[in-house]
């Protein structure tokens, strides 16, 4: 029986794969209340604003939200749990529901894959969602003691670790390290998931997805594209790219430079343009899908999707313009030495 890597790996190769688009703002369009957050958990803090929390008293709203984007054309999906870690989960008195939020988001997402796939024999895709934390191990939160840190590496290993074990004991397919803004909190994440891949004793792929502080491409801790390349190539990603911060417009010449240099599948989910005066997305599903049509035509990606702002009209117009283009082709780079402080460096054979 193939395993998830290799069936996402042979469904790449016929065509340019789709994942889905932002779950926060789609679940703000539910106008909920403080009740429907908090259900009968009993919980001591508001849990307004906690969407993770949702698939333990209101899986309604993940549920119509997965379906809804597997109805636009989404080959992969992910759960709702960017913030259901404990470093996260602790500003809403609800660490120790960690284990439980992502092992029913996952099944929840797992349940909805399997469904569709059951319709018409197209597999599906589950990526445990794991965000940054709003922790930093690169950097002070102190200006007056730049060799302060709020954590060390080994505690965000096993905030990590902990969601890690439960994405994949709820069917996760992947584990998606996303909106890495910190090459050394995704270092965390890598090894948390090597860890626990070791402790399952079988494959457990790995998508890693950078986003940029600023238009000349960088994360929060200086990184260039080519230089986060470089640092996490060993980890053998499955899908390396880019999300949020930007719509697509700006992510253009960053895709282009990734694309060229990674010898795995590239996967991009830009917001839905930048957001306007009163902080909310307006770029048209028709324009979104334009704009990374042009990387699709010029054999740049492999997988599209959308960010923040991004509805399952957007994915489906996606969907509609990549529909009949050939995937990128991973190109094969020679084998040299590469390393990464904030710029790469590439050592001539």
């Avoid at 990387?295 to 999707?305: F, H, P, S, T, Y």
Wanted: some cysteine.
């Amino acid at each position: 029986m193939a395993t998830p890597r290799e069936k996402l790996m042979a469904e790449a190769q016929k065509r340019i794969l789709i994942s889905d688009g932002a779950f926060g703002t789609e679940i703000q369009n539910w106008k909920l209340s403080e009740a429907d957050y908090a259900g009968d958990l009993g919980l001591s803090h508001e849990q307004k604003g906690n969407n993770d929390i949702l698939a333990l008293t209101k899986p309604e709203v993940p549920e119509a939200i997965t379906r809804a984007y597997l109805e636009a054309g989404s080959d992969i999906v992910e759960t709702n749990t960017f913030s259901a870690n404990r470093i996260s989960q602790a500003d809403y008195g609800a660490e120790h529901l960690v284990r439980e939020i992502n092992i029913a988001s996952a099944q929840l997402a797992r349940k909805a894959c399997d469904e569709f796939e059951s319709r018409d024999g197209r597999p599906r895709f589950v990526a445990g969602a794991i965000g940054p934390t709003n922790k930093t191990l690169s950097l002070s939160p102190d200006v007056n003691d730049p060799g302060y840190r709020e954590i060390d590496f080994d505690y965000l290993k096993d905030v990590y670790r902990e969601q890690v074990d439960a994405l994949v004991e709820g069917g996760a397919d992947f584990i998606l390290i996303e909106t890495v803004f910190d090459t050394l909190n995704a270092k965390a994440g890598i090894m948390a998931v090597l860890e626990a891949e070791q402790a399952l004793g079988r494959d457990l792929p790995i998508q890693l997805s950078m986003t940029l502080t600023d238009l000349s491409g960088r994360n929060l801790s200086g990184h260039t594209v080519e230089a986060f390349w470089h640092a996490v190539r060993h980890a053998k990603p499955l899908t390396i790219g880019l999300n949020c911060s930007f719509g697509a417009e700006q992510l253009k010449p960053h895709v282009k430079s990734l694309s060229a240099i990674c010898d795995t599948l590239i996967m991009v989910y830009p917001n839905a343009g930048l957001p306007n005066e009163l902080g909310e997305y307006d770029e048209a599903p028709e324009t979104t899908a334009k704009l990374v049509g042009e990387w699709a035509k010029n054999g740049q990606v492999n997988v599209l999707g959308g960010c923040c702002g991004s509805t399952p009209a957007h994915i489906k117009a996606m969907a509609d313009a990549v529909k009949g283009i050939d995937p990128r082709a991973i190109p094969e780079t020679p084998r040299v030495t590469r390393l990464a402080g904030l710029e790469p460096m590439t050592m001539a054979a």
